[in-house]
């Protein structure tokens, strides 16, 4: 009776502990499984590798931006890897940077902003007044819909802050062009010979481990590569000088360093190029090349603004004509058309919206910003519309600054139309751009209405966002925004 007993006991505890081990095994099987598949979708996840180039104009490179128009390569400087690229994805004829200046510029790519509603409109700014914890980045975006995903910044980043606030993993801190050699004097036009020139290779080396690692963990990555090319000082490799040496120099490209240095900065595209399809994620990782504005207009020492560097473009950098603003634009990826074009007018305030729709996400709503998405182009669905809170591109120039045009303008592209709006006398000029890419037939009189539509448009939308407003002697630069006391 006890033997019975005792044996209907441990066949009782038997039975349970066999029980709850059975839910274990089950619950842990679930689990793992899931977190298989957890780990499979976040590495489906694309890759994406912005390439900010410094100061390389539309027609600084040897792909031809815009099919009908000749001069839109350069007629001496070389990149075959960049005409690789290009023949793989979509090249933009029309794509702007958001300023004709660099930190502009480079904070409109992270925010989606435009400067003149982030009222950062030039280089020197006190910062202090942007929200770079609280806005939402490239990087921050991205975690938002995959936590998974690993980023990093290697280069110039030239803006306040320090990457990390925004989002970066992984960073060289808070670098400027000092960082990437630059002397402010008449040396920065004088070639130099130097392994490393503008830090190009070893930053491109950064890279490659980080894309390593990144497979390594089998998670998707961002990762933006700002060069310090090809902004001055002018270096290069001596194979590279050596090769252009002998090349005849082209009509408005003349420049042996300058060549030299475009070529090294290319073939550090080509190694990156050669190490994604090493590691098998050539079919699910975009790549986006840019510039973070227009070339200067001449080398040495910009001064001729009439053979411009730029040509057919007018101007350079540091204005809002098309020869600061306008840049080479290419993308490749998965879904993305071989060796296709696209004329639609885009801007680096485009960008963050643009990756959050090739990253696949539906829900994550942007406030405040200016760009729109451009991925239904990019992928081919024949919509050929980005839809902006407001329907145009802006640029806003308020201030003197010394260089260049020397007088505070602001601007807006509009469909086929551009008008340039003068501060210091409201003096109008207003182009077609289909027709007159080199600005030089004022239609202000032929076109009133048109004239009336854009200007309206500006102004109206620079009292929205409340952007700095020009006043003589105001140079905008160090004193916080908040002292200033200038806005529309």
Not at 38 to 49: G, H, L, R, T, V
Not at 125 to 139: A, K, R
Not at 142 to 165: D, V
Request: hydrophobic share 35%.
């Amino acid at each position: 009776m006890i033997n019975f007993k005792l044996k209907e006991r441990i066949s009782l505890n038997f039975a349970i502990k066999f029980f709850f081990i059975s839910i274990i095994l089950i619950l842990f099987s679930c689990n793992s499984s899931n977190h298989s598949k957890d780990k499979e979708a976040n590495y489906s996840s694309p890759n994406f590798i912005l390439i900010l180039a410094d100061d390389q104009g539309w027609n600084g490179t040897s792909v031809k931006m815009m099919y009908n128009e000749s001069g839109s390569k350069s007629d001496y400087f070389e990149t075959p890897n960049l005409e690789l690229l290009s023949q793989r994805g979509m090249r933009f004829s029309d794509a702007y940077s958001s300023a004709p200046v660099c930190a502009p510029s480079r904070y409109s790519i992270q925010f989606g902003k435009t400067p003149a509603r982030l009222s950062l409109i030039r280089v020197g700014m006190n910062t202090d007044h942007i929200d770079h914890e609280g806005f939402v980045s490239i990087p921050k975006a991205l975690k938002k819909i995959n936590k998974q995903y690993r980023t990093a910044h290697f280069g110039k980043w030239g803006m306040g802050s320090n990457p990390s606030i925004l989002g970066y993993d992984e960073s060289d801190g808070p670098t400027k062009n000092k960082d990437g050699n630059f002397d402010n004097d008449k040396s920065q036009w004088e070639h130099v010979l130097k392994n490393d020139p503008k830090n190009i290779f070893s930053l491109t080396n950064k890279a490659v481990e980080f894309i390593r690692s990144s497979k390594k963990e089998k998670r998707p990555f961002f990762l933006q590569i700002s060069h310090y090319a090809v902004h001055s000082n002018i270096e290069s490799k001596e194979k590279s000088y050596d090769l252009f040496s002998d090349k005849p120099k082209g009509l408005h490209h003349k420049n042996l360093g300058f060549a030299a240095m475009t070529y090294d900065l290319d073939e550090s595209l080509g190694i990156l190029l050669k190490k994604i399809k090493e590691f098998g994620l050539q079919d699910n990782t975009y790549i986006i090349y840019m510039s973070d504005n227009g070339s200067v207009p001449n080398i040495p020492g910009a001064k001729n603004y009439e053979k411009s560097y730029n040509y057919p473009l007018s101007r350079g950098k540091w204005d809002a004509f098309e020869g600061g603003i306008r840049v080479p634009l290419i993308i490749a990826g998965p879904g993305i058309k071989n060796g296709s074009e696209s004329s639609t007018p885009v801007s680096g305030s485009d960008l963050l919206p643009t990756i959050i729709d090739l990253a696949g996400s539906k829900t994550i709503k942007l406030k405040e910003i200016d760009g729109g998405s451009f991925a239904s182009i990019l992928l081919n669905k024949n919509n050929e519309n980005i839809n902006r809170p407001v329907d145009a591109i802006f640029f806003h120039v308020p201030y003197k600054n010394g260089i260049a045009l020397k007088r505070p303008h602001s601007a807006i592209r509009k469909d086929d139309y551009k008008l340039i709006k003068f501060q210091d006398d409201k003096s109008l000029l207003l182009f077609d751009l289909v027709n007159d890419k080199m600005e030089q037939f004022n239609l202000a009189n032929q076109k009133p209405e048109k004239l009336k539509e854009l200007e309206e448009l500006l102004d109206n939308y620079l009292v929205e966002v409340n952007a700095p407003k020009w006043q003589d002697g105001i140079t905008w630069k160090n004193t916080p925004l908040k002292d200033i006391n200038s806005s529309y």
